[in-house]
């Protein structure tokens, strides 16, 4: 069965950098996208950006733009997003997502890791 | 950016009731739009895709209709298990979210 594996929690402080990665199986990486989602705590889904786990190509809400690079690695089947210069608003769950999306922009999700919580505080 | 408004933010129901939940897109989005279901602490759930087409394994009581702007979830007689919160999702360019709509126990 199709499985997300996010890693654990975060502690950061502001100004600082995370890499949160989520390692999939039960499918063939590479026919597939991965999208990054967070929720800040009580708030809504937030989409950050997709990549292409084919051809690495990426797509950025504009929001993140500059901030986040997301990348996958093949031979481990994992993909990794980085978000830099940290902020207090920056704590939430972050989710990997399966996206459907092959090779050209953002789909729709049908699978979903367990969360990264990162909390950022001085 | 293309924005999504759902509504209403929360819905108060009775197991058994007729459920409607409304997206609207700020620009046409085709039928490029799915809607999830979130229960607390858990990652959300695709119910359906494209508008209109469900995902294999979620009960038959999820339908969802529109195109264009203008989207719908319905659930046709809500469950003990459907009291969640409920997501839009746009993806014709790029994805937004709508900001969700929590259906509570009346």
């Known amino acids: 069965q199709v499985q997300l594996m996010q890693s654990g929690p975060e502690v950061k402080k502001p100004g600082a950098s995370v890499k949160v990665s989520c390692k999939a199986s039960?499918?063939?990486?590479?026919?597939?996208?991965i999208s990054w989602v967070r929720q800040a705590p009580g708030q809504g889904l937030e989409w950050m950006g997709w990549?292409?786990?084919?051809?690495?190509?990426?797509n950025y809400a504009q929001k993140f733009q500059g901030r986040v690079t997301m990348t996958t690695d093949t031979s481990t089947t994992t993909a990794y997003m980085e978000l830099r210069s940290l902020r207090s608003d920056d704590t939430a769950v972050y989710y990997c997502a399966r996206d459907r999306s092959r090779s050209a922009s953002p789909d729709y999700f049908d699978n979903w890791g367990q969360g990264t919580v990162v909390t950022v505080s001085s | 950016d293309i924005q999504m408004t759902q509504f209403p933010s929360t819905l108060s129901a009775s197991v058994g009731d007729r459920v409607t939940i409304t997206c609207r897109a700020s620009?046409?989005?085709?039928?490029?739009l799915a809607w999830y279901q979130q229960k607390p602490g858990k990652a959300p759930n695709l119910l359906i895709y494209?508008?209109?087409s469900v995902e294999s394994g979620v009960p038959s009581r999820f339908s969802g209709s529109g195109s264009g702007t203008e989207f719908t979830l319905t659930i046709s007689s809500l469950q003990p298990d459907d009291f969640a919160t409920y997501y839009c999702?746009?993806?014709?360019?790029?994805?937004?979210f709508g900001q969700g709509t929590k259906v509570e126990i009346k």
């Open positions: 494209k508008a209109s």
């Open positions: 039960g499918y063939t990486f590479t026919s597939y996208g």
């Open positions: 990549i292409s786990a084919y051809n690495g190509n990426t």
């Open positions: 999702q746009q993806y014709n360019s790029y994805s937004t």
């Open positions: 620009q046409t989005i085709s039928s490029w």
